[in-house]
């Protein structure tokens, strides 16, 4: 008990000591600020993206319905038409314009083509129908809303059209120019940089404004990845360098999907300036404690210079009353701490580990004729001999006299242990060359196993020595695995 509590008396005061207490305190307290910085530079971050994320959800949404809207009243234009055509109703779109049945020619441009895409009627006579014969090749093939494919980065007019039947077949064609489509782009909230748009099943942009710049036809890939793909918050490097927050929605019932995408730049760029801001702060603070500390240090250090003499000899001293005097080896006190704390681990990891209780046989013959000195030295070189046998992780121990004692941590099965006791048995049999006279003395061996042999140091120690007592009463220069039945076996003497 003296010995460890002038051992934790020996590690506060070296905790205490200010040489030490001042670095820790300083380490402590940059550690705290700069923790405190990069949190709510990682809060400010994760905030900004969060607003983004949730902004870029809302703007898509209202994209959404806008876009739906438009194509609905381009739809039921188209619709109109169509019927009014087939029945006879309404024989040309001027009738149907009289009735405000057509949109607003401000804006929309409507014709009705013949089957080879001869104009046959038109709400704007000033106006050329964009019929191309990819597009009126669509027309003719299906019933369904077709759109025209713009050409690679034009702002030409998007068309729109659906084929009809009755005496005389064609199709329909509403033409808008693209910028009808991204009108409601609003910089304070898509910022300079932000993106919207409308995509077709050819993955190619029928509408595309960024910033102030509106156009079509754009092929709608980012390093290969189609945006026609649901996206919600994705962050995507655009063609233009830019990384941008992306968000898409295929649009029910039309071949088109929606797109909305906010520059990380602008949406990050208040998170970055308050970042700089603590940077700058927690750098200036920094370097405040480090000249005060750095004061304090070198006062204590001189304090300490005093003190390390005594410092050594309480290290001196611990290791004394942890090691054997002769061999250097752990004692048993230190042993009994190991043993704890390996039983600890292997109950924690449910792994094995293997105990040795070793003796030399005949030791005291030695002692007695010879004297000490040379006991002693014999007793040294069976102590290189062991550390020599075992691994660098393993633990040998002098407890006393002639007895020693070995941990074996994470050994798996008897056969390890076993080659391990053979390498011993043969390694201390060899002669021992000491003042003139060449020694041979043998050893006997005890192993108990965890958790076989015992669940805690007492029974381990006791069924390792009741083994190493069976090696020895039955011939010596031997080992013994313990087993229950060896407590009931008569020992011989």
Known sequence: MKQISSRLRGRFSRFADAVYFFPIIAVVLLGMVWFTTFNLIRTEFVLARHSTLTL??????????Q??????EIDQSLKIVRYAHETGSAPTLAAL?????????????????????????????????????????????????????????????LSFGR????????????????DYFVSGYDTQKYGHRGLNGLIGQDDVFQALRIGDSITSGRKADVNGASLSREYNGVLLTYWDGSKRYTFTRQLFGYPLVAVVALDEQEQMATAR???????????????????????????????SLSRKR???QAAQVEYMAYHDTLTQLPNRSLFNKLLHQELTLAKRNSRGFSLFFLDLDRFK????????????????EVAERLTQCLRTSDVVARIGGDEFVALLPNHKGESCAEAVARKIINAISQPYPINGHELSITI??????????????????????????????????????????????????
């Not at 014709?111 to 006579?125: F, L």
């Not at 129908?129 to 050409?151: G, H, I, M, R």
């Not at 084929?163 to 693209?178: D, L």
């Open 67 to 72: 876009a739906l809207r438009s194509l609905r």
């Open 97 to 157: 314009e009289t009735r405000d049945l057509l949109p607003p020619s401000v804006v929309f441009s409507v014709c009705m083509v013949d089957v080879q895409g001869k104009v046959v009627s038109s709400s704007d006579t000033g106006a050329s129908c964009p019929v191309t014969p990819a597009f009126l090749q669509k027309l003719q093939s299906t019933d369904a809303l077709v759109l025209s494919s713009p050409q690679e980065a034009t702002s030409a007019p």
């Open 163 to 178: 084929r009809f039947g009755g005496n005389q077949p064609g199709a329909v064609i509403i033409s808008v120019e693209p």
């Open 365 to 380: 013959a030695i002692n007695d004729t010879l004297g000490h000195d040379i006991g002693d030295k014999l007793l040294i």
């Open 310 to 312: 005594e410092h050594e």
């Open 273 to 303: 300036e308050n970042a700089e801001k603590y940077l700058m702060r927690a750098a200036a603070g920094s370097l405040f404690l480090v000249l005060v500390f750095a004061a304090l240090f070198r006062e204590s250090w001189l304090l």
């Open 56 to 65: 870029g959800r809302e703007l898509l949404e209202t994209y959404e319905a």
């Open 444 to 493: 006997s061996i005890g192993i108990s196993m965890y958790p076989r042999d015992g669940q805690d140091e007492h029974t381990l120690m006791k069924n390792a020595d009741i083994a190493m007592y069976h090696a020895k009463t039955h011939g010596r220069n031997d080992f013994r695995f313990y087993t229950r039945q060896l407590e009931q076996e008569p020992q011989d003497s």
